[in-house]
């Protein structure tokens, strides 16, 4: 019926498709403390199928809010007995930035102040009760793509575009945290720099769609080659840096030197040629004072990698 109605339906139904598909990952968090009302909350909320869950107070909420990393969305009534809806949005706030959880009050007290102290306290909005369940529907689901459309800006400004790994940027920033706590917690630390060998031969011979190509199967072999608590960035055209934590000492050669090994046998065939590719590695594994200074160590070796031939790893 709906996809006789032309493109502007087909529209519609896939939009529709899509919000499903996204609701059904997120989790909504209905806190109120009439049963009847959390109940009619909770079904109109599944026939958008979120996934609902539900507390009876602030302090119960605040429990399941530690538990369930999945909830996205907290709709709180105001009056409620141990935690009302003040004292929740405001202990909320105090671990949730409101670009990363939405709280909506709830509240059939008719008093317009309690609108103005939900948003004062860090609530996203408000809904009066008795709500028309079409507002409820609204009002939830364009908290929802706020919030998935801002986890889409971060992932692109700290994302390089073409190849998905982290950008430069990023890299110094979360490298940062990364090192201090390596500091703090005197944990051990490595520091990466890799480099496409020759690769201007490749753009010139191959051309650059070809490089380009060179340059995201390169940056996906690497991402296959570190834990996901390591940092793996983009911090050049074809120059990648890889920051890895508690590599067991004795293995760490060989890893990279793997590494190396797997771009060596990289199959990258483009109309029916085999592009060849080899990257060369320097590493260092001494904790110095700074990050900065250890990725200035790690080039200083990628360098003497360039100098002992290419293709291979200087630790
Ligand atoms: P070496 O072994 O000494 O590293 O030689 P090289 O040719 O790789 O030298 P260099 O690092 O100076 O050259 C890197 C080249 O990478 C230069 C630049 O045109 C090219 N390049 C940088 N970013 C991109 C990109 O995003 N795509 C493509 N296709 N080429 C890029
Ligand atoms: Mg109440
Ligand atoms: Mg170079
Ligand atoms: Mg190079
Ligand atoms: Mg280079």
Same mark, same amino acid.
């Given at each position: 019926d709906y996809i006789m109605k032309g493109p502007h339906a087909l529209d519609l139904l896939s939009s529709t498709i899509a919000r499903v598909l996204r609701n059904n990952e997120i989790s909504v968090l209905v806190v109120e403390d009439s049963n009847l009302i959390r109940e009619a909350t909770r079904q109109i909320l599944q026939t958008q199928h979120f996934n609902v869950l539900e507390a009876k107070d602030g302090l119960a909420a605040l429990e399941q809010l530690r538990a369930d990393r999945s909830i996205k969305v907290v709709l709180t009534d105001? @009056?409620?007995? @141990?935690?009302d809806g003040f004292k929740l949005t405001a202990e909320i706030r105090k671990s949730f930035p409101m670009d990363q959880m939405a709280v909506i009050g709830m509240s059939a007290q008719g008093n317009p102040m309690l609108s103005a102290q939900f948003l004062k306290r860090g609530a996203n909005d408000f809904i009066n009760k008795p709500y028309f369940e079409e507002e409820l529907v609204w009002r939830v689901n364009q908290n929802v793509e706020i919030l998935d459309r801002i986890a889409q800006l971060r992932d692109a400004s700290i994302k390089d575009a073409m190849t998905g790994l982290y950008n430069r940027r990023h890299f110094f920033e979360a490298g940062a945290n990364l090192f201090a706590n390596a500091q703090r917690e005197n944990i051990d630390i490595c520091v990466a720099m890799l480099d496409i060998d020759h690769f201007k031969h490749v753009n010139d011979t191959y051309g650059h769609a070809t490089g380009d190509l060179v340059i995201k199967e390169v940056a996906q072999t690497l991402q296959n080659s570190f834990r996901k608590s390591d940092l793996v960035a983009r911090i050049g055209g074809e120059e990648f840096v890889v920051i890895a934590s508690n590599m067991e000492k004795d293995a760490r050669f060989g890893h990279f030197d793997d590494l190396r090994q797997k771009i060596e046998d990289l199959l990258i065939v483009v109309d029916g040629e085999t592009i060849p590719v080899t990257i060369s590695i320097g590493v260092t594994e001494t904790l110095a004072d700074s990050l900065d200074e250890m990725v200035r160590e790690a080039d200083g070796r990628l360098y003497q990698a360039k100098e002992s031939g290419r293709n291979c790893v200087i630790m």
């Open positions: 105001y @009056n409620m007995p @141990n935690m």
